[in-house]
């Protein structure tokens, strides 16, 4: 999916046998309040679907403002009582800083690094 400023695009992650249900989405350009609500919908249908680990790669994100920090949070909130989680893996260097600045950065930094 592209909308102006953002691109996302949804790798299936599948089941582990565990109950787990994994979805890899990867985001490109710049993550604010104009796109910000594109990611939240995503999720939400990522969610609606069964997902309950969402993987976000955020090497392509550009620019983080706190409406895309607002949209990773509600992600993040709606996971957890599923057992579930939201992980950022690849972080760009303004995500990593904004993540930080905010003291977000350990609750979503991927244990893959």
Same mark, same amino acid.
């Given at each position: ?16 046998? @565990? ?5 890899? *989405?990867?985001?490109? /350009?710049?993550?604010? =309040?104009?796109? !910000?609500?594109?990611?939240? &919908? ?14 976000? @790669? ?5 620019? *983080?403002?706190?409406? /895309?920090?607002?949209? =990773?949070?509600? !992600?993040?909130?709606?996971? &957890? ?33």
């Amino acid at each position: 999916m592209t909308t102006e400023g953002l691109h996302l695009e949804t790798q299936a992650g599948g089941d582990a046998g @565990d109950g787990v249900q994994t979805q890899r *989405l990867v985001a490109t /350009g710049d993550l604010d =309040l104009a796109t !910000a609500p594109i990611l939240g &919908e995503r999720v939400d249908a990522l969610i609606s679907s069964g997902a309950t680990v969402i993987i976000l @790669d955020a090497a392509g994100i550009e620019f *983080l403002d706190s409406s /895309g920090v607002r949209v =990773l949070v509600q !992600a993040s909130n709606a996971l &957890e009582p599923l057992g579930g989680r939201l992980s950022i893996e690849n972080m760009s260097a303004p995500v990593e800083r904004v993540l930080e600045i905010t003291g977000l950065l350990e609750r979503y930094r991927s244990p893959a690094g």
